[in-house]
T-cell receptor, first 114, second 113 residues
C-alpha cells in the first residue's frame, strides 16, 4: 500500500546511546517532516525537508539531526539519547507545490530512553 | 508565530448526538487547514483538508467549515457512533505550500453507546 513507512515501531534505548529512525514514502512527495508527540504538548515539529537536498529546523531541533537521503527517504538521528527524548515520533510527507495537498503520516515510532 | 487552540480538550456524548469540535488559530494568513483523527496508540489519519479559498468540505457524516477572517474552523460530526471515539486534531499551514503544519493539542471524543 502506498504511504509513509517508519521503522522501527518500538525502541528502548539507554541514556547516551545513538540511533536512527527511518522514514520512507512512495508517493513521490517533495516535502517530508519529523514531529514528536508528547502528552499535553501535542505534535511539535523537529525538522523538515521542503525538497530533496534541503533541511530546516523546526520548533524542537536540539539533540537531533536529519538526512534527506533521496526523494523517498528522510531519517532522524539521535546522537546521544536523553530521557527527555522519550516520545512518539511521526514522519509525514506532502506533495508540495504546485499541488500542496494534505499531509500523509506514518504510524509512528514509540521511543523510550531509560 | 501561529498558534492553534482546540476547545474542548475532551468531550463525552451519547450515541446518535450531533456534535461540533472547535479550532481557532491566531494568524489568519493560512494556506490550508487539515483535520485529523488519531486512535489511541496509532498514527494520524487525514479526515478533511480545506484550502484557504474554500468555506467548507464534507465527507460522509463529517463537515468542516473555515472562517479565515475570524481565525476559526469547526468539525461537525452528525449522528455520532461509538466508532467515532478518538482524538481529533486540527492543523494549519501558513503562507506557502511547503510551510509545516502547526497543530492544536486535540479534542478527545468519547461516544457512549
Amino acid at each position: 500500500n502506498a504511504g509513509v513507512t517508519q521503522t522501527p515501531k518500538f525502541q528502548v534505548l539507554k541514556t547516551g546511546q545513538s540511533m536512527t529512525l527511518q522514514c520512507a514514502q512512495d508517493m513521490n512527495h517533495n516535502s517530508m517532516y519529523w514531529y514528536r508527540q508528547d502528552p499535553g504538548m501535542g505534535l511539535r515539529l523537529i525538522y523538515y525537508s521542503a525538497s530533496e537536498g534541503t533541511t530546516d529546523k523546526g520548533e524542537v531541533p536540539n539533540g537531533y539531526n536529519v538526512s534527506r537521503l533521496n526523494k523517498r527517504e528522510f531519517s532522524l538521528r539521535l546522537e546521544s539519547a536523553a530521557p527527555s527524548q522519550t516520545s512518539v515520533y511521526f514522519c509525514a510527507s506532502r506533495a508540495g507545490q504546485p499541488r500542496p495537498y494534505g499531509y500523509t503520516f506514518g504510524s509512528g515510532t514509540r521511543l523510550t530512553v531509560v | 508565530k501561529q498558534e492553534v487552540t482546540q476547545i474542548p480538550a475532551a468531550l463525552s456524548v451519547p450515541e446518535g448526538e450531533n456534535l461540533v469540535l472547535n479550532c481557532s488559530f491566531t494568524d489568519s494568513a493560512i494556506y490550508n487547514l487539515q483535520w485529523f483523527r488519531q486512535d489511541p496508540g496509532k498514527g494520524l489519519t487525514s479526515l478533511l483538508l480545506i484550502q484557504s479559498s474554500q468555506r467548507e468540505q464534507t465527507s460522509g457524516r463529517l463537515n468542516a467549515s473555515l472562517d479565515k477572517s475570524s481565525g476559526r474552523s469547526t468539525l461537525y460530526i452528525a449522528a455520532s457512533q461509538p466508532g467515532d471515539s478518538a482524538t481529533y486534531l486540527c492543523a494549519v499551514s501558513t503562507n506557502s505550500g511547503n510551510t509545516p503544519l502547526v497543530f492544536g493539542k486535540g479534542t478527545r471524543l468519547s461516544v457512549i453507546a
